[in-house]
């Protein structure tokens, strides 16, 4: 463990005062904590919620104050948290995101930035990142968070926990700030194998059908996007899980190269449906943006239609091809991210380069609609290196059952 972390933290209680937490992973102006039902399947449980999801009693923030300056009180709690409340689980506060959810960095220019609990000199990942580092840092057993391009996945990775991205529409995720209609969903973390188990058992229900998984693909076009110091650091797990399944086999995802899928898909249907659920707000609001989602917001408010249009006709193509190769029990496993968490120090042009590496590899869960389960199998430098595993649509409990195997 790196002689920078802050970890095994004593875990919060409901309270009507905001928590004044080591992590900085709570919000204050809007703070609101719930008493979960007596008795419950999570009755031993505390958990943390991203500031984009209805609380009744309270207002949504979206990481930008005005965004919660001129939101309404809401008037509805989000079915998952009333879902894990009925279960027991106590709610004890809302967490920092990244600015209005637009970045994988962890970074918040208004509320400040949550603290890596593996390593304090290094980014914590987001957009979820309070959720993630309050999780990783024992303030709550788990949290709930909103994932699009790893919101989730990325802090997840970064802070060594396990985190799960649904497949598209399995978990129902009204009250959630508007975002990415098409792609975004409502995801969730834990650090204890158990925790994680019992909350899917909650939020996710059955699968429709049984899956018995047989096969392993590496998928090479993400292993070839990343460094060769990661790619090699997988060598082990590759072999175990592959041991375990009994067959593997090399695969190329994406012929026309990941980086077009993320270029000329993905980032179109995004940044036009995010332009769809941001543009009024900017428009009348003019709000103060920092220069990182100033910029991509600026870039996805010129997308016409008929280019967006287009897009999603290639992402459903993208997605009957994904369809077509997780056939017959298979599993694909690629890094969750290009790397550990950066350091803070590091150069705006290697953060730029790793979050374009990174986004090769999470494009193709939301593109396909397929669930991925991220576990913090391996280290580099001390510090946790994600492994992401992924199958086909709504087989998400019996790929969190596989995967949870591999947790010592």
């Known amino acids: 463990m790196s002689k920078y972390a802050m970890k095994n933290l004593e875990k919060l209680s409901v309270s009507t005062v905001a928590p004044y937490d080591p992590l900085q992973a709570f919000v204050r102006d809007n703070h609101i904590a719930m008493k979960g039902l007596k008795s419950g399947q999570l009755s031993d449980y505390v958990f943390a919620a991203k500031d984009v999801f209805k609380v009744k009693g309270s207002t949504w923030g979206n990481g930008h104050p005005d965004w919660l300056r001129f939101s309404e009180p809401d008037e509805f709690t989000a079915s998952a948290i009333t879902k894990l409340l009925d279960q027991g689980s106590d709610l004890v506060g809302k967490t920092i995101c990244d600015e209005l959810c637009y970045s994988i960095s ?7 930035s949550p603290l890596n609990p593996n390593d304090t000199r290094r980014l914590t990942g987001g957009s979820s990142s309070g959720s993630c580092a309050a999780t990783a840092g024992g303030l709550v057993d788990f949290a709930i968070g909103s994932d699009c391009l790893g919101s989730v996945r990325v802090p997840a990775s970064y802070n060594g926990i396990i985190g799960l991205r649904p497949s598209y529409e399995r978990i129902k995720n009204d009250g959630e700030a508007p975002y990415c209609e098409s792609m975004d969903v409502l995801g969730f973390v834990a650090s204890e194998k158990k925790v994680f188990q019992d909350v ?26 990343v460094d060769a110091d ?24 994406a012929e026309e190269g990941l980086d077009y899928w ?17 543009g009024g707000f900017i428009n009348k609001y003019r709000p103060r943006l920092s220069p990182g989602p100033k910029e991509r917001l600026k870039k996805a408010s010129t997308i016409s239609r008929e280019r967006y249009l287009e897009a999603k006709k290639k992402k459903e193509e993208f997605k009957k091809h994904v369809e077509d190769v997780m056939t017959d029990g298979t599993v694909m496993i690629t890094p969750t991210a290009s790397s550990i968490a950066p350091l803070k120090s590091a150069s705006l042009d290697e953060i730029d380069r790793l979050r374009a590496q990174s986004s090769k590899l999470l494009c193709i869960s939301p593109l396909a609609g397929i669930p991925q389960l991220t576990l913090p199998l391996l280290e580099q430098e001390e510090v946790p290196l994600g492994v992401t595993l992924m199958s086909a649509k709504h087989t998400d409990r019996a790929l969190i059952d596989f995967g949870l195997q591999f947790m010592e």
């Open 262 to 278: 993320v270029k000329d898909v993905f980032q179109i249907v995004q940044g036009y449906e995010i332009w769809e659920s941001y």
């Open 230 to 253: 990661v790619k090699d650091a997988f060598d082990n797990v590759i072999e175990k899980i592959g041991d375990r399944l009994g067959k593997v086999e090399h695969i190329t995802l």
């Open 200 to 225: 899917a058992s909650v939020l996710l229900d059955k699968d429709p059908e049984e899956t018995e998984f047989k096969k392993l693909y590496i998928v090479d076009d993400a292993f070839a996007a």
């Open 106 to 112: 962890g970074e918040n220019w208004h509320y400040g």
